[in-house]
């Protein structure tokens, strides 16, 4: 078999499509970088002295773990130097980070949630990274906040990367979906999966079931209907999955089909959900939509969301297309 390396098919992209220039290349490339080192990180476990919490919270309340600042690093020192970056932001730092001064600057933004799922770093279950990449406004001086308040839509590429029994990467510049593997001997990504499809159609579903006395009516009633399986309305019966990383949860929806959820509920209405809309819900969208699939909020697509804070919550629905519908009408109706 021929193998074609990240950088070919990066390469052969620009060249036959045009959709990757050579700093957004560098960029991606960079990304990828990092995320083999973080990839060798979580594989060292115990041994490397990186797994339990770090005892600090970020700006969003949760209790830090190792691998959460160590990843963050990871990607904050990987993409400083390059000259492809006006600024970054992450889950977790409070504010955003411009490349500093000693640097060049280059044309783009990146927001990432350096590592995804951290309560199974410590059980040894698939965790990941997710990025996304949007362009600094036209004549932008010193990077600010607003400058990262843009609509899903404006992403030119995004993708995560899951630390499962393999390491995978996988990526969207807007051109279809495709899938990497680490070559761990190598050190080399691998082209794995062209084009990845969702197929629209599915019978898996995937929600935290334990908050399902908290959820509001169209999500009670979307659920309820799937658990009654072939004597209910829906005349067929569905299977339920759930790692609890959005990483793996959306990396088996993108391979054999599924919807995934994790809606807003009525404990906190000033948090609409867990995931957060500009590392978490917008690339993820993009990925689902680029594969096919679609990605809403119950309202609209979650593409289409104004931003106006960069730690911003969103309802979730993602998936298989036709789900998205039947869920996101409940919602409607
Ligand atoms: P993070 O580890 O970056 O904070 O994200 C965890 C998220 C997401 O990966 C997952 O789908 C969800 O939290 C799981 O939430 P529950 O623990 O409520 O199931
Ligand atoms: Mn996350
Ligand atoms: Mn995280």
Not at 79 to 85: F, I
Not at 240 to 261: E, K, P, Q, Y
Not at 265 to 270: C, L, M, P
């Amino acid at each position: 078999m021929k193998r074609i390396s990240l950088t070919q098919y990066l390469v052969e992209e620009q060249r036959q499509n045009n959709t990757i220039p050579a700093e957004l290349r560098l960029l991606i490339e960079v990304v990828a970088r990092a995320c083999k080192t973080i990839s060798h990180a979580v594989g060292k476990g115990a041994l490397g002295e990186v797994l339990g919490t770090a005892d600090t919270e970020n700006v969003q309340g949760e209790v830090q773990k190792k691998l959460d600042i160590i990843s963050n690093e990871i990607l904050l020192e990987a993409n400083e130097w390059g000259g492809h970056l006006a600024a970054m932001a992450s889950e977790e730092m409070e504010t955003i980070h411009p490349i500093p001064n000693r640097y060049p600057k280059g044309e783009y933004m990146l927001t990432f949630d350096p590592l995804d799922g951290s309560s199974n770093i410590d059980v040894n279950v698939s965790i990941g990274t997710i990025f996304s990449v949007l362009k600094a406004p036209e004549g932008m001086g010193e990077p600010t906040e607003e400058a990262f308040m843009q609509p899903g839509t404006k992403q030119v590429a995004a993708g995560y990367a899951v630390y499962g029994p393999q390491t995978m990467l996988v990526l969207t510049t807007g051109n279809g979906v495709n899938c990497f593997t680490l070559d761990r001997e190598m050190g080399s990504w691998v082209l794995t999966q062209r084009d990845m499809k969702i197929p629209a159609k599915t019978k898996e579903f995937a929600i935290n079931m334990s908050n399902a006395r908290h959820w509001h009516a169209p999500v009670k009633r979307y659920v309820d209907e799937l658990l009654e399986g072939e004597n209910g309305p829906r005349g067929t019966n569905f299977n339920m999955r759930w790692v609890a990383s959005m990483v793996a949860d959306v990396h088996r929806i993108l391979n054999r089909g599924g919807i995934f959820m994790y809606p807003a509920d009525t404990r906190d209405t000033s948090m609409p959900g867990k995931l957060r809309l500009m590392y978490e819900a917008n690339p993820m969208a993009f990925i689902v939509e680029q594969a096919g699939g679609a990605a809403t909020d119950g309202q609209q697509r979650i593409l289409d969301i104004q931003p106006h804070k960069l730690h911003q919550r969103v309802p979730v629905f993602l998936g298989s297309r036709d789900e998205v519908a039947v869920v996101t009408g409940y919602h409607q109706g």
